[in-house]
């Protein structure tokens, strides 16, 4: 068999990257309309903004259907975002309803995406452009190649196969009870006896179909119109796949086309719940298989063959999302599979759900042109501390050079069986343009993706030690990744590390000295008031700063708790005291810690780090001497560069002269000039994958209720319940969403806890009453995120508010 990932490689060197999105955004601002009364026709490539009870209507109508991305279409007014926005079912027309005054006298209304209108690039979809001349990645720091190639040939050959059940086969409440697709494609290991362990991927958001003769795509009707055909964007893993069959286990890829044809509009999480219905329903048919039960063909495949104790996800793009719901899902049933890794790949995270309890590692691409914001990062901040003596280890990689596409051959132009693009649109952007030197070309960009991927799930599942340090955080290589740049952060197992300090929260023990400030900050924006905390980044966009980029349905949620550190004197010092029973870091193997340099800090930039024992010895290490955390990222215009906190690791065995049996303290001062930084999770680690279990915490879900409106002010009772009670207390945050010109709550969050022991609590929202007649009730989304002590189980539901005006 001729190796399905060589014959795309060799394809690839034929072919070329285009660089643009499949369906181009308007080429230029839309022609402004008069305000318009309602029903008054735009027409397409125009706009209007309609005065409303309350406020004003803006509708944008687009020439052609909207790009299908993941990140969700907001509308944007004179260059500043409304919000997100409600896309018609044909996709040419958005809208958002605001009771913001100054859209009356804006002169332009044009898409966004992650809280900023894309700059025009005058590129051509699906022209070639040329290869990227090869440059080798910039790096800092000690680099060492793994023991093990995670993408190196396994002993099996490798088998491929299909199973389909139909366009219809599934009927999905995510989407409201419209159908989708059973349709897999298989790899299966040959000669291999006894029960495999399992891989389930599942792609993201692209168009569902294409006319091959127009050579256009549509992703508005499911199953496809007459004349079109489904894009197979599930037969795009094909390298991880191989290489994970060739190691005996059996991977599963599955096609979740008419979820995309219909997320956007008919969804209240645009996907995610029904994706995780997805990868239940196919993880139910295999289970049914293995046991020689069902679907005559899958049961020829199945049967006897699978270990549905040792299951593993991976989810590209809404799919990461998809995969994350489905393992909370599974978590949430009386018999569930064990689910044993979750790989999110540039995924997005519209609600902030947690997933502590198994082990993860989150993708990022550097240059992602959907997901720009790599909102996934939450899925790793958000996780960290969500539950006391988690067993599993998370990680979170940034891949430089890599666009969102090209991890699939099948959004991947040149190779791709359909139309597909180059999502990175500004071809001329220095760092991530597509002749740019730091750009990876796709077929680089497809075996960093073969060797993370493969490497992940061969690491834990398979419990090969050797790939581990390609996601711990040391700064482990392999031949396989070439000269691609990997930054990697990690947080070890509970029972494998000694928190210091998280820096989440104000920590009295905690001592600033000399010329200095520590402050905690979360966010930003200032969209957090209620957590009490300055938001962090204060000149950056939203699409600039992964930990904090505000969520499509948590916006108001704090995120990612650090502590910013400032000096304008080397003397400036914080001191982080150990307590007496944790001075013995013996059993470690490192001092590890995040750190990103403050956006405001100009020039060099490095911390000096101070270990220091009982009879007051120490050793002094500059951060700049053990890696790259605070040398800047590369970029000159957002969504560039990034702020990402990345991994400071101090090994313990280069600790010459200090006792690691009596560590009474850590001091972290300036080691340049002036300085500011970001700090969190300083621990002393000893990395390992961990293991997954999820049965330790319950799943807590938000009720919906149905209030009158009032004359005045007045609030709205609604209730948090767990699927059991909680030996600790649980929170949860609570997102309240004000949708409409004149809406009767607000867009607020606010933190509820469920005492130990209980099953529920309440939580008031503040209704805006008033003695006008309204034409129908209004209903508004309230969303819950970020548990701790537990995890989501129904994250949305309605509040609904019945006007009481007699007419």
Request: charged share 15%; net charge negative.
């Amino acid at each position: 068999m001729r190796s399905p990932a060589r014959a795309w490689a060799a394809a690839l060197a034929a072919a070329v990257t285009a660089a643009t999105l499949s369906t181009p955004l308007l080429a230029g601002p839309a022609h402004a309309a008069p305000p318009a009364p309602v029903g008054s026709a735009g027409g397409d490539g125009t706009w209007t903004v309609e005065p409303v009870s309350g406020g004003h209507r803006v509708t944008l109508h687009l020439d052609e259907p909207l790009p299908v991305r993941d990140a969700v279409p907001e509308l944007a007014a004179d260059g500043r975002s409304l919000g997100p926005a409600e896309e018609s079912p044909d996709g040419t027309t958005l809208t958002v309803v605001t009771s913001d005054p100054a859209v009356a006298t804006a002169s332009s209304v044009d898409v966004a995406w992650n809280g900023e209108v894309p700059a025009a690039t005058g590129t051509v979809s699906g022209k070639a452009a040329p290869a990227p001349a090869e440059s080798p990645g910039k790096s800092h720091g000690k680099k060492t190649p793994a023991p093990v190639d995670p993408a190196a040939p396994g002993p099996y050959a490798v088998a491929h196969d299909e199973y389909d059940l139909g366009d219809t086969a599934i009927t999905l409440d995510g989407l409201g009870g419209r159908q989708a697709e059973i349709r897999a494609k298989v790899y299966l290991p040959e000669g291999v006896r006894g029960k495999r362990p399992l891989v389930v991927f599942l792609h993201g958001r692209h168009s569902a179909c294409y006319n091959p003769t127009a050579w256009t795509t549509s992703n508005t009707q499911w199953p496809c119109p007459a004349g079109q055909q489904p894009i197979a964007s599930y037969r795009g893993y094909d390298g991880p796949a191989d290489v994970l069959a060739s190691h005996g286990y059996v991977v599963v890829s599955v096609s979740a086309n008419g979820v995309n044809a219909a997320d956007n509009p008919y969804s209240e999480d645009r996907g995610a719940l029904a994706r995780g219905e997805v990868v239940m329903r196919h993880l139910d048919l295999l289970a049914d298989a293995g046991r020689g039960v069902g679907d005559a063909k899958l049961v020829s495949l199945f049967k006897g063959r699978l270990d549905m104790s040792d299951v593993g996800l991976m989810g590209h793009s809404r799919g990461g999302e998809g995969v994350v719901k489905a393992a909370l899902m599974n978590a949430g049933r009386a018999k569930p599979y064990g689910i044993r890794a979750v790989l999110p790949l540039a995924p997005t995270d519209f609600a902030r759900a947690t997933l502590p309890g198994t082990p993860m590692a989150v993708i990022l691409p550097y240059c992602d042109g959907d997901v720009s914001n790599q909102q996934g990062q939450h899925f790793y901040d958000d996780s960290r501390y969500a539950v006391d003596g988690d067993p599993a280890f998370r990680s979170s990689l940034m891949v430089m050079g890599a666009d969102h596409n090209f991890f699939n051959t099948e959004w991947t132009p040149g190779v791709a069986h359909a139309p597909a693009s180059d999502d990175w649109s500004n071809r001329n952007d220095p760092v991530c343009g597509g002749a740019a030197p730091s750009r990876l070309t796709a077929a680089e960009q497809y075996a960093v993706g073969t060797a993370y991927i493969a490497g992940f799930f061969r690491l834990v599942q398979g419990g090969e030690q050797g790939l581990l340090p390609l996601f711990d955080g040391s700064g482990g290589t392999t031949a396989s990744a070439g000269r691609a740049v990997v930054h990697t952060v990690a947080q070890a197992p509970a029972g494998k590390r000694l928190d210091v300090a998280s820096f989440t929260s104000p920590a009295p023990s905690t001592r600033v000295s000399g010329p200095a400030t520590a402050v905690v900050c979360a966010g930003m924006l200032d969209r957090s008031p209620q957590s009490g905390l300055p938001s962090c980044a204060s000149t950056l966009t939203t699409s600039q700063a992964p930990s904090w980029t505000p969520a499509t349905y948590a916006n108001n949620v704090a995120s990612t708790p650090v502590l910013r550190f400032s000096w304008s004197d080397p003397t400036g010092t914080v001191t982080v005291p150990l307590d007496t029973p944790d001075q013995n870091v013996s059993r470690y193997d490192a001092l590890t810690f995040r750190a990103a340099r403050d956006e405001t800090a100009t020039g060099d930039v490095d911390l000096a780090v101070e270990i220091v024992d009982k009879r007051g010895a120490s050793r002094k290490v500059t951060v700049s001497e053990v890696g790259d955390a605070l040398t800047a990222f590369p970029g000159t215009a957002s969504p560039l560069p990034k702020t990402w906190l990345r991994t400071v690791r101090v090994p313990l065995s280069s600790l010459t002269g200090v006792k690691p049996q009596q560590i009474s303290e850590i001091r972290i001062s300036g080691a340049s000039r002036k300085g500011a930084v970001y700090l969190a999770d300083l621990a002393f680690t000893t990395m390992a994958a961990g293991e997954a279990r999820t049965d330790r915490v319950p799943q807590v879900s938000v009720e919906g209720a149905t209030v009158d409106e009032g004359d005045g002010p007045g609030t709205a009772t609604m209730t948090v319940r767990l699927s059991r009670k909680s030996a600790a207390p649980v929170t949860v945050q609570i997102q309240t969403i004000a949708t409409g010109a004149a809406p009767a709550i607000a867009s607020a969050a606010q933190e509820v806890v469920i005492p130990a022991g209980s099953l529920e609590a309440s939580f008031r929202v503040p209704v805006n009453g008033d003695t006008a007649v309204a034409p129908a009730p209004q209903s508004y989304q309230v969303v819950a995120s970020a548990p701790v002590n537990a995890t989501i189980g129904g994250g949305f539901t309605r509040l609904v508010v019945v006007d009481d005006d007699a007419s």
